[in-house]
């Protein structure tokens, strides 16, 4: 009796000792990973001049009409097959290879055929694990039909996200935009984050990606900046972003020049009529851009007939389209010296990603124009769009 004791003592000993080691090793690795995170995290400065690849010598004249496309790709995996974990849905690599292949592919080809001037590309990966470790950027300008130029803003790089289960992993991933015009410089503006260590080390960097391109036969330049604004946080770090947006576009527009941003802004801009997708205060709910502050200078535009974004919270395709949350959280800022033509988002049912591309055309004022803002077409509020477009999937 006394021996089967010490055994049990002894036992239990030898598996308390391997649980404190076990402990102490999963500490010391946790440990190891955030100094390592720390140590190599993606720290961009505050401004920072970027390359700028391929040739155009193409300049827009003034009394050209400009078209310009705006699109989350979802770094090629968020499909209508896709859910996605941070949604509420299950996965966190939404597609295989193939299927990322096929998206990208169909990307492209619309683009093609869309044939903009000026293309804004969100959530494009460099070599992601998420994407197969493809260059994106590299395969979108290969397919790309014409010259043009071409530039890519980082604003998520980390070697491992270590959540959740599979892991992330590596992550390269940010803007791009391409212009059959010549760009003659491209500068990343940091955007403040609402984040601090060591959440931080896991976040997206977020940025504007400011492309200057000079206008034939004048001392002009058309200014178009690519953005992708922060989902998640409260509503004071977005404005926060808002701002630092807002004091660039002011200060070019202040200049005589003329200014486009667009992109994925993550809210919706308060001249939106949402009664078309009503949103589910269970589901994530997207806050609201008060734009009466800025609306003397600039025409705030998303359309509302069709979404632009769904939420990932299930696959779509094969799907109840009424079951549905979408949202409206892509669109244009454009300075009022400028004539808006037309702004439609194109219904392509989330196949390839889970955003639309959102379209706009602009008319450069010609040299006998008033350039103080009277022939700027639609005054600010919600572009009317495409009316012939569904309203939510293949339902409406």
């Given at each position: 009796m006394?021996?089967?004791?010490k055994?049990?003592?002894?036992?239990?000993h030898?598996?308390?000792?391997f649980?404190?080691?076990?402990?102490?090793?999963?500490?010391?690795?946790?440990?190891?990973?955030?100094?390592?995170?720390t140590?190599?995290?993606?720290?961009?400065?505050?401004?920072?001049?970027?390359?700028?690849a391929?040739?155009?010598?193409?300049?827009p004249?003034?009394?050209?009409?400009?078209?310009?496309?705006?699109w989350?790709i979802?770094?090629?995996?968020?499909?209508d097959?896709?859910?996605f974990?941070?949604?509420?849905?299950?996965?966190?690599?939404?597609?295989?290879?193939?299927?990322v292949?096929?998206?990208?592919?169909d990307?492209t080809?619309?683009?093609n055929?869309?044939r903009?001037?000026?293309?804004?590309?969100q959530?494009?990966d460099?070599?992601?694990?998420?994407?197969?470790n493809n260059?994106?950027?590299?395969?979108?300008?290969?397919q790309?039909?014409?010259?043009?130029?071409?530039?890519?803003?980082?604003n998520?790089?980390?070697?491992?996200?270590?959540?959740?289960?599979?892991?992330?992993?590596?992550?390269d991933?940010?803007?791009?935009?391409?212009?059959?015009y010549?760009?003659?410089?491209?500068?990343?503006?940091?955007?403040?984050?609402?984040?601090t260590?060591?959440?931080?080390?896991?976040?997206?960097?977020?940025?504007?990606?400011?492309?200057?391109?000079?206008?034939?036969?004048?001392?002009?330049d058309?200014?178009?900046?690519?953005?992708h604004l922060?989902?998640?946080?409260d509503?004071?770090?977005?404005?926060?972003?808002m701002?630092?947006?807002m004091?660039?576009?002011?200060?070019?527009?202040?200049?005589?020049?003329?200014?486009?941003?667009?992109?994925?802004?993550?809210?919706?801009?308060?001249?939106?009529?949402l009664?078309?997708?009503p949103?589910?205060?269970?589901k994530?709910?997207?806050?609201i851009?008060?734009?009466?502050a800025?609306?003397?200078?600039?025409?705030v535009?998303?359309?509302?007939?069709?979404p632009?974004c769904?939420?990932?919270?299930?696959?779509?395709?094969?799907a109840?389209?009424?079951?549905?949350?979408?949202?409206?959280?892509?669109?244009?800022?454009?300075?009022?010296?400028?004539?808006?033509e037309?702004?439609?988002?194109e219904?392509?049912?989330?196949?390839?990603?889970?955003h639309?591309?959102v379209?706009l055309?602009v008319?450069?004022?010609?040299?006998t124009?008033?350039?103080?803002?009277?022939e700027?077409g639609?005054?600010?509020?919600?572009?009317?769009g495409?009316?012939?477009?569904?309203?939510s999937?293949?339902?409406?």
């Amino acid at each position: 009796m006394r021996s089967d004791r010490k055994k049990n003592r002894k036992r239990k000993h030898s598996l308390a000792k391997f649980f404190i080691k076990l402990l102490v090793l999963i500490v010391f690795l946790a440990g190891a990973m955030l100094g390592a995170l720390t140590v190599l995290d993606y720290n961009p400065a505050d401004s920072e001049m970027i390359i700028i690849a391929g040739t155009s010598s193409a300049r827009p004249n003034p009394g050209d009409t400009i078209k310009l496309v705006s699109w989350n790709i979802g770094y090629g995996s968020l499909g209508d097959n896709a859910s996605f974990f941070l949604d509420g849905g299950k996965d966190v690599f939404t597609s295989d290879e193939e299927r990322v292949k096929q998206n990208l592919f169909d990307i492209t080809t619309f683009l093609n055929e869309e044939r903009a001037d000026i293309t804004f590309l969100q959530e494009v990966d460099h070599r992601s694990s998420r994407s197969y470790n493809n260059d994106q950027s590299v395969y979108i300008r290969s397919q790309i039909e014409g010259s043009f130029t071409a530039t890519f803003a980082n604003n998520y790089k980390s070697f491992f996200i270590p959540y959740p289960i599979p892991p992330i992993g590596k992550v390269d991933s940010g803007l791009l935009t391409l212009s059959v015009y010549d760009i003659n410089l491209s500068t990343r503006i940091s955007l403040p984050s609402p984040y601090t260590w060591p959440m931080s080390l896991l976040q997206l960097k977020r940025c504007l990606m400011v492309d200057r391109i000079p206008l034939k036969g004048s001392g002009k330049d058309l200014i178009v900046i690519n953005l992708h604004l922060e989902a998640y946080s409260d509503e004071e770090s977005h404005a926060e972003q808002m701002k630092v947006l807002m004091n660039i576009l002011e200060e070019e527009y202040a200049r005589g020049n003329y200014v486009i941003a667009g992109g994925d802004f993550n809210h919706t801009f308060s001249n939106v009529d949402l009664s078309k997708y009503p949103q589910d205060p269970d589901k994530w709910t997207p806050m609201i851009v008060d734009t009466t502050a800025f609306e003397s200078n600039w025409n705030v535009l998303m359309d509302s007939n069709v979404p632009s974004c769904r939420l990932l919270d299930k696959p779509y395709v094969d799907a109840d389209k009424s079951t549905f949350q979408y949202y409206i959280l892509d669109g244009f800022i454009v300075s009022k010296n400028l004539k808006i033509e037309s702004l439609h988002t194109e219904q392509l049912n989330f196949v390839s990603s889970d955003h639309n591309p959102v379209i706009l055309e602009v008319t450069i004022p010609s040299e006998t124009s008033n350039e103080s803002g009277e022939e700027s077409g639609d005054e600010s509020g919600e572009a009317s769009g495409d009316e012939s477009g569904d309203e939510s999937g293949d339902e409406g």
